[in-house]
Structures are given as C-alpha cells and as structure tokens.
C-alpha cells in the first residue's frame, strides 16, 4: 500500500505529509523537520490519515499485521515449549528414566474402529483379575515421549494380516501411571490416520517381533502392548515414503517430534526387522 505524499495529522508534532515508507519504516515531513516512526505501528497510537477511504484501507492492513504477529509469537511461544518438553526427555533418556520400549500398540474391535478417529481417544480397558478385577487398566509405562499404534484384522483373518490403522502421540502432559479412567487421548497435532489402500501396505508384524521368539507371530489376549520405540520410527517413515506434498509434510513433523522426545537420531533409523521379514 503506497502512502507517499499522504497527509496525516501526529498528536504531538501536528500536520505533515508522509515522504516516504518501507516495511518498517515511516519518514514524515511536517512543518520545519522531518521524522521516523516504526511503521505500522505507528497508525495504531498516534498518526491518523487525512483521508478517510485511505485511513478505512490503512485500518485494515494494521489489523491484519497485528493478527500475524500474534500468530508469530504463539509459534514462537509452542516452539520453545517443545523445546523444553524435548530438552526434558532427553534428561529422562540420560538418567535411565525413559524406558526404551514405551509405545504402545492397540487392538481395535469393530466398534472402535468406527469411532477411533473422530473421538481420537483409545480406552485400555478393565482389569480382567486380581484384586483390581474390574477396574481400568493403568498402561503405566506411556509418557509424552509416547505413540499410540492403532491396529486391527478381520476375525477371519490371520494374525499376519493385522493393519496399521492409524498412530497418534499422547499429550505433552499424559502419565500412564496416573490416569485413573483408562482413557489415552491424542495429541492436537500428532495424530494421523491412513487410508485404507496405506493400510494394507503396513502389516503390523513388519515391525513388531517377540525378542524371545522372533518368528512368533500371536496376539492371544490383551487389549495392548508395549513395544521398541525405534518401531515407531520405522513405521512413521514408511509412511513418508507412500506420500506427498501436504500430507507427506505431516508425517514428517510427526517423525521429528517423535525422535526428539525419544531421542532418536531420524537420520539414522534402520530398516524394519519385524516377525514377517525374518
């Protein structure tokens, strides 16, 4: 917007015509002196335009500045929070205090498949013995630093044939031991969810495998499991490679906020090793 030779009116200094202005940079001339004032801050406080359809048209332009630098600094605001959530887990990593295999992996029934990604919550479900029969089960083991992997098969499917159906991070402030409902929520941003033709290329026992019968390949009773964080990994990037443009970018940031908080060097993440590529 060209504001040369406008006339405007300073509370202080009086009438003048503007001489010239940049992006930051607005040079006034008045009676017996010339001044600079930050521009556009300088319409919000105290220069007004003469002109009225120029002062309607200035009004918004500073209204819309101001929206962008707010914007700005709530980024620059979350990124430092970031910094400082991954700054902590990889204190905890240090001192022993993150567990290296705290992802988990879920069993989808049919009825959560149909709402898992509107509610963008998991449930771990009851207690099945014990004195605690009955009462949610505490996954324990979830910190931030967590994803949650959400799988399911057909009933007549073989155990070989589960699908990744989607993944997910748990909030920034999640405790597994301290959740009482049992209920997981997704995280704002990280949550993604694949089509079904990506699907079917993401067999879950790709990835997954028992350290202690690596061909074995049974899921016989529980709602989840834990497993490696480097699986996670391996997941989000096969994921990059079947994607584009915006939605290849998403998984991307995924894979960056995943290996920072698990402090995972993303460049060098080797190659799946699960159960089915034995």
């Keep these: 917007m060209d504001l040369t ?14 001489v010239s202005h940049n992006d930051t940079i607005l040079t006034v001339k008045f009676d017996n002196d010339k001044k600079e004032f930050v521009y556009p801050d300088a319409f919000d406080s105290f220069i007004s335009l003469k002109d009225p359809a120029v002062a309607q048209s200035m009004e918004k332009v500073v209204k819309q500045l101001k929206s962008e630098e707010e914007e700005q600094l709530r980024e620059e605001k979350e990124e430092r929070r970031q910094k400082l959530i991954i700054k902590k887990q990889k204190r905890k990593l240090k001192n022993g205090r993150l567990h290296e295999s705290s992802q988990a992996v879920f069993w989808l029934d049919e009825e959560e498949q149909e709402t898992i990604f509107s509610d963008w919550e998991v449930s771990t479900g ?11 089960s505490r996954a324990a083991r979830l910190r931030p630093n967590s994803a949650i992997v959400l799988t399911a098969r057909e009933e007549e499917q073989e155990e070989t044939e589960r699908r990744i159906l989607g993944l997910f991070m748990v909030p920034e402030t999640f405790s597994g031991s301290t959740n009482e409902d049992g209920v997981i929520p997704a995280h704002s941003k990280y949550r993604i969810q694949l089509t079904d033709e990506e699907a079917d290329k993401m067999l879950f026992w790709n990835y997954y495998k028992n350290k202690n019968y690596p061909e074995r390949t049974t899921w016989n009773s529980g709602k989840y499991r834990y497993f490696d964080n480097i699986w996670v990994a391996q997941m989000l990037k096969d994921i990059i490679d079947m994607r584009t443009g915006e939605e290849r970018e998403e998984v991307e940031n995924f894979l960056t906020y995943f290996c920072q908080v698990n402090a995972l060097d993303k460049e060098s993440i080797t190659e799946a090793e699960g159960a089915l590529k034995l």
């Excluded at 030779?5 to 503007?18: D, L, R």
């Excluded at 009851?126 to 949610?136: F, L, M, R």
């Design 5 to 18: 030779n406008q006339k405007i009116t300073h509370k202080v200094f009086g009438e003048g015509h503007i």
């Design 126 to 136: 009851k207690v099945q013995s014990g004195a605690n029969k009955g009462t949610p």
